[in-house]
């Protein structure tokens, strides 16, 4: 395991101006090998500690090529703006147990004005997964990469290929942009979320190609001000805010809209799930707009009674209180009957859910139907399936 070192660097021999006076600072001039066999993890973080702790706006240069790295911990506060071009492709270690159980492959945390821009990345998860299906003890596994605490952040123009977790998770941040990024990881492979938000407020999601194994993207406790466009989903677990109301007290999830966006094959497509059990969290101010579903087994859905294996929360509602939801000119087919379904909670009835412009038929051509359940709302234009509210 690695985290920042402060091994002495000569700044001036590794590193050029560049526009406007940023400096860049080429890995390989610090040693790192793109050969994909040789542990670059060390000249990857002295190139970070000198960006770090450059006055000026910085680089860090990711020429062609394949490096290995093993969890790295790319650490602030920074003096000033950071960009990781990256032209190449970072792979993981083989053996998954090289990771740990950090839960973290490559993490970048509490750092202001910091850009992640190109490339690819391959945290060669297949064997973690193997390991999973077998049964055996395995390590807790890594998220491919993860913002902590990030101001001012982007993700622009990267490519996620087979996580061991989660993809990309952006925890704790304040206006974080995610453009032009795809992930790829079979459908099969376990908890292997597209892009996680959690605890943030400000984060774009846009023009972005999912496929995964888990959800395509999930919203999880404390998220704000969420705006997601052109996403193509599919395979995956579609667009989930939830699971929430594990804990009793819990942040809400407020202000997430999706729009323009399509969804292909996927086990669902619009969801909501929360833990049948008690809590004071809530969802709301959640709006959808322009989606086509494409073979979608569960086009929208809100699931108010997770509580995998009946434990912990048998015969108990769940305490979140979900309201303001808008579903406006969602189109296409449903791989299952139930095309809309809404098991809310009995203990707090859904609230304020609209439906305008709904028409999805099931397998192409048969009638599609739909479920509610202690909901109330109003509704407007064409519904198709019938309307249950």
């Avoid at 977790?165 to 099969?188: G, T, W």
């Avoid at 101010?285 to 929208?300: A, G, Q, T």
């Avoid at 303001?324 to 296409?332: A, M, P």
């Amino acid at each position: 395991m690695y985290s920042l070192s402060h091994d002495a660097v000569h700044i001036i021999t590794r590193c050029h101006s560049g526009p406007q006076g940023a400096l860049t600072f080429n890995v390989i001039k610090f040693g790192a090998k793109p050969d994909g066999t040789t542990d670059s993890t060390r000249p990857f973080l002295s190139a970070w500690a000198s960006a770090c702790a450059s006055t000026v706006s910085s680089s860090i240069y990711v020429p062609k090529g394949r490096y290995l790295i093993r969890f790295t911990e790319f650490r602030g506060p920074c003096k000033s703006a950071i960009r990781v071009q990256i032209d190449g492709t970072l792979v993981a270690p083989i053996d998954y147990n090289a990771l740990g159980n950090s839960g973290y492959w490559i993490l970048f945390i509490q750092v202001n004005r910091l850009s992640v821009v190109g490339g690819s990345i391959d945290a060669k998860g297949a064997g973690l997964w193997a390991c999973k299906k077998s049964g055996q003890n395995c390590p807790v596994g890594a998220r491919s990469i993860t913002f902590n605490w990030v101001n001012d952040g982007e993700i622009s123009g990267l490519t996620s290929i087979n996580s061991q977790l989660m993809h990309i998770v952006i925890n704790s941040c304040k206006n974080v942009k995610v453009s032009n990024v795809r992930i790829i990881a079979p459908d099969l492979s376990p908890n292997t979320d597209g892009i996680h938000v959690r605890s943030s407020i400000g984060v774009t999601i846009t023009n972005s190609n999912i496929k995964t194994g888990d959800d395509c993207i999930s919203i999880g406790p404390g998220t704000r001000n969420l705006w997601m466009e052109k996403i193509l989903c599919g395979p995956g677990h579609g667009v989930s805010i939830g699971s929430l109301g594990r804990d009793f007290n819990e942040n809400g999830v407020e202000n997430v809209t999706l729009v323009n966006s399509i969804f292909t094959g996927s086990d669902n497509g619009l969801r909501i799930k929360t833990w049948a059990r008690p809590s004071n969290g809530f969802v709301r101010n959640i709006s959808y707009r322009n989606i086509v579903m494409k073979n979608v087994e569960n086009p929208i859905i809100i699931d108010q009674n997770y509580c995998p294996n009946n434990i912990g929360c048998p015969l108990q509602g769940s305490g979140i209180k979900i309201s303001q939801v808008t579903y406006q000119n969602i189109q296409g087919t449903s791989a299952t009957q139930v095309a809309m379904a809404f098991d809310c909670s009995h203990t707090n009835p859904c609230a304020g859910i609209k439906l305008k412009d709904i028409k999805l038929t099931y397998m192409n051509t048969k009638k599609a139907q739909s479920f509610c359940k202690n909901i109330g709302g109003t509704f407007g234009g064409v519904i198709v399936p019938d309307n249950c509210l």
